[in-house]
């Protein structure tokens, strides 16, 4: 059953530690980082003891791939990208308490003395086994130095950990079909020992702890696929590799060898937390052993395994550690209908993001958490974006908060008004305003955060309807009292607005309380009103009569069809490029001498004529000016070019090309063509100036 039935004393949240290969995109953003910050702040503002804890992932095979392929350290690698990468999460607004590097002593420490433990009382097996060996590049292969088949769904570009078409865990003796991504080279298999945790044994331990006791609180994909694995058997999985890059295995006959990156990534939490209590003078262990503490992972569907039965397995067996209450894994978000792709560049680079659309964070986080793959894999489009920006921030939240604080410094000068009599429409707005603390936190406890985010939209559209139906800006030629309870009802949940948007858009919380002049430490005119999440349900007034407000600022812009245009020309580039680089070229023919060669004639020629060939739908008859005649040549380019539109064209001719009837016209020649990507013909032409008709290519 769940471990805590009662509150907990303190959280600990973690995020998926990002792989330090690459920058962050939106993929990460909204399968982890997004809901996981939303959760922390939510925590924090209940008045919750939170340990919020990351780090950078910077081990394993991705990062001396990287290296390699472009002929730097591992070093140098995780430190371009850690720093993008930290940057980033703190433009972007993300709170962790502390974020930390795998690559810290701190951690490696950590991490070599779980190993340790572990060996010492017994709980791993050493094998010798038969592992994928690269002989052209001398080293065993790690799961992504090898590609193949995967044998779960055939996709022919499986890794040798995982298929990322079908999400299936693999070995990498499971592909078909291996071959070394270092030299292209086929595999051998070569004997190596090595150590494994064997998960078999914990097996009815996994049984009890989730098929049981999370069997109504864990989300559906998550029990899914946990009990995919639990059924099928588990069996022993290595815990180190023959690699130079990585923590070394710190125990007599691991020379050469280091932690595998699954085993040292996840107690990564660990060290990070103790980083951060040492800090800040906590002690970490309540954090991790306390059974009065919430634990809770966010990650992707691609580490539930590793989340949801590795580490606990890890953590049962040292023995003295808590395990996960939850783990709310998201889908994937897919962008424009396609995967996301880090090799390919199909990605929303977040740091990009932030240069090309500044200070607009919480658009995007926005966005996402609309949107987020909760159950099911969603796709990200632009324009998708640009409406829930138009549409909803501006039209709806930036509207109503807009509207309500004009009027006030219109009417009022800036000063909260002091309300009359209230009518039913005001004390049933008030009554709703009261109830939506305890319906957003509902649903952020159940982890549903597009619920909660849609729901904060609900606050500002009951704002927005209240203003648009006691229609202050009419009542003010009649009845100027009445205007005055409007305007303060209105402005009691602009205030709402101000303190439960925190968590979702925290840079427009903040504006909308420097606007509302709430508890702002370096301004003379604050009054310095506290309202925390409890105060929008429970007190009378969260804006007193008499507060003085500022002037109105824009929380939100419209974003422009141009501005969207723009990020769609960049994908539709890098599809071009993408299309180039997996475009299959024409094998090398067999190799001519340069006599051969010589006795081809080109030259330089411009088409003076073109027509359509009578019942055909290939061929056009064109006049084709050498140089040294106007001559005639039949060319099969009619699908792909009008005739108008190639007069005057300059054209390449091998003009030595013995003639041939088409079709009863003599062809005198050819015209040289290519395919571009989409492919669609192309000429082969001089397009220097002064290059005449008749001009020999050589």
Request: charged share 25%; glycine share 6%.
């Amino acid at each position: 059953m769940a471990q805590n039935q009662k509150s907990p004393a303190r959280y600990t949240i973690t995020a998926a530690l990002p792989y330090t290969n690459g920058p962050i995109h939106i993929g990460h953003l909204a399968g982890v980082y997004v809901p996981a910050d939303i959760y922390a702040r939510y925590l924090r503002m209940t008045g919750n003891d939170v340990a919020f804890v990351c780090g950078s992932d910077e081990h394993g095979v991705a990062i001396s791939m990287k290296a390699k392929k472009e002929g730097i350290t591992p070093k140098e690698v995780i430190d371009t990208y850690d720093a993008i990468i930290r940057q980033s999460f703190q433009d972007f607004g993300i709170t962790f308490d502390n974020y930390s590097r795998t690559s810290r002593e701190i951690h490696h420490k950590t991490a070599g003395d779980f190993f340790k433990k572990l060996h010492e009382q017994g709980d791993f097996i050493e094998e010798t086994t038969a592992q994928l060996y690269d002989e052209e590049a001398q080293q065993f292969l790690a799961d992504r130095y090898v590609v193949g088949t995967c044998p779960n769904c055939g996709h022919e570009e499986a890794y040798g950990d995982q298929c990322e078409n079908c999400g299936t865990t693999l070995n990498a003796t499971d592909l078909i079909n291996p071959k070394s991504t270092i030299s292209g080279a086929v595999p051998s298999l070569k004997e190596t020992k090595h150590w494994f945790l064997p998960l078999d044994r914990y097996e009815d331990f996994l049984k009890e702890w989730i098929l049981v006791g999370h069997k109504s609180d864990w989300k559906p994909n998550v029990y899914g696929q946990c009990k995919s694995w639990i059924d099928d058997g588990l069996k022993p999985r290595a815990v180190t590799r023959d690699l130079d890059w990585g923590i070394p295995v710190p125990v007599k006959g691991g020379e050469g060898k280091v932690l595998y990156v699954w085993f040292d990534a996840p107690i990564g939490y660990i060290s990070s937390t103790k980083e951060w209590a040492e800090r800040e003078g906590k002690d970490w262990e309540p954090y991790w052993k306390s059974d009065d503490t919430k634990l809770v992972h966010f990650i992707g569907k691609d580490n539930i395994v590793f989340h949801c039965i590795i580490f606990p397995a890890i953590l049962k067996a040292h023995g003295g550690y808590i395990l996960p209450e939850n783990v709310p894994a998201n889908e994937f978000l897919n962008l424009e209908g396609n995967k996301l792709s880090t090799s390919k560049n199909w990605a929303v680079w977040l740091h990009e993001y932030l240069q090309e659309f500044p200070n607009m964070q919480d658009v995007l986080r926005y966005t996402l958490t609309a949107n987020a793959p909760e159950t099911k894999d969603n796709d990200f489009t632009w324009k998708d974006f640009q409406a829930r920006n138009n549409n909803e921030l501006v039209a709806i939240f930036g509207n109503f908060v807009n509207r309500v604080v004009v009027l006030t410094n219109k009417y009022y000068g800036g000063q909260v008004p002091a309300a009359g009599d209230l009518l039913k429409a005001d004390t049933e707005a008030l009554a709703q305003l009261r109830k939506f603390p305890e319906v957003i936190a509902s649903s952020l406890e159940r982890y549903r955060f597009r619920e909660a985010g849609q729901e904060l939209m609900n606050l500002a559209r009951l704002g927005n309807k209240y203003l648009a139906d006691e229609e202050p800006w009419k009542v003010i030629k009649e009845d100027e009292e009445r205007v005055k309870t409007i305007l303060f009802v209105a402005l009691q949940i602009a205030t709402g607005l101000a303190v439960l948007s925190e968590p979702f858009l925290p840079f427009t919380s903040e504006k909308l309380k420097g606007i509302l002049n709430l508890n702002l430490s370096d301004s003379l005119l604050a009054t310095r009103i506290d309202n925390s999440w409890a105060d929008v349900s429970v007190k009378e007034t969260l804006l007193p009569p008499a507060h003085q407000i500022n002037k109105a600022e824009l929380l939100f812009r419209k974003i422009e069809d141009t501005e969207i245009q723009a990020q769609l020309d960049k994908l539709e580039a890098t599809k071009k490029l993408n299309e180039n680089a997996n475009k299959e070229l024409m094998p090398q023919k067999d190799t001519i001498t340069f006599d051969d060669f010589t006795k081809l004639d080109m030259r330089v020629g411009t088409i003076v004529e073109a027509e359509k060939m009578a019942k055909t739908k290939k061929l056009l008859v064109l006049k084709v000016d050498t140089g040294l005649d106007i001559r005639t040549i039949v060319s099969g380019i009619a699908e792909s070019f009008a005739p108008e539109e190639i007069v005057g064209k300059k054209v390449t001719v091998l003009i030595n090309l013995a003639a041939r009837a088409l079709r009863g016209v003599e062809s005198e020649g050819m015209i040289l063509m290519t395919e571009n990507a989409e492919g669609k013909l192309v000429f082969v032409n001089p397009d220097e100036d002064g290059v005449g008709n008749g001009e020999g290519i050589s």
